[in-house]
């Protein structure tokens, strides 16, 4: 649940990001300003575009998400492994007095210690 919800943040972050990029910016009309329209720029603009109201619509879910993926990283519910016990596999090294059948057989001798010459 939590993977589709990330995927799905993503996309909408990428649809916003092009939408956004798609629209014409309010500064196109600002040169009918200078050309005697003023009032266009700074009264009412009609009915708002369909890039906008979907900007809108992407932008309110896209803070949903955003939400969601705050609370649920901050409330994160326990593993399923929690409780449980790792099996493991208790393994001994042999000693010198046990027999090394295990690694292969007979028991190897130990080498001679170092003898150092007097001078």
């Known amino acids: 649940m939590h993977t589709a919800i990330v995927i799905f943040h993503i996309l909408m972050c990428i649809g916003m990001i092009l939408i956004v990029l798609l629209q014409t910016g309010k500064g196109a009309d600002m040169g009918a300003a200078f050309g005697g329209s003023s009032q266009t720029v700074f009264g009412s603009s009609g009915p708002g575009t369909f890039?906008?109201?979907?900007?809108?619509?992407?932008?309110?879910?896209?803070?949903?998400?955003?939400?969601?993926?705050?609370?649920?990283?901050?409330?994160?519910?326990?593993?399923?492994?929690?409780?449980?016990?790792?099996?493991?596999?208790?393994?001994?090294?042999?000693?010198?007095?046990?027999?090394?059948?295990?690694?292969?057989?007979?028991?190897?001798?130990?080498?001679?210690?170092?003898?150092?010459?007097?001078?």
């Open 51 to 119: 890039l906008g109201k979907m900007t809108t619509f992407i932008a309110i879910f896209f803070m949903l998400t955003s939400l969601w993926l705050a609370y649920a990283s901050t409330h994160k519910s326990g593993s399923i492994m929690e409780g449980a016990s790792a099996p493991g596999v208790e393994r001994t090294i042999p000693t010198d007095g046990e027999n090394n059948s295990a690694a292969g057989g007979d028991k190897a001798p130990a080498p001679e210690p170092v003898k150092e010459k007097a001078d």
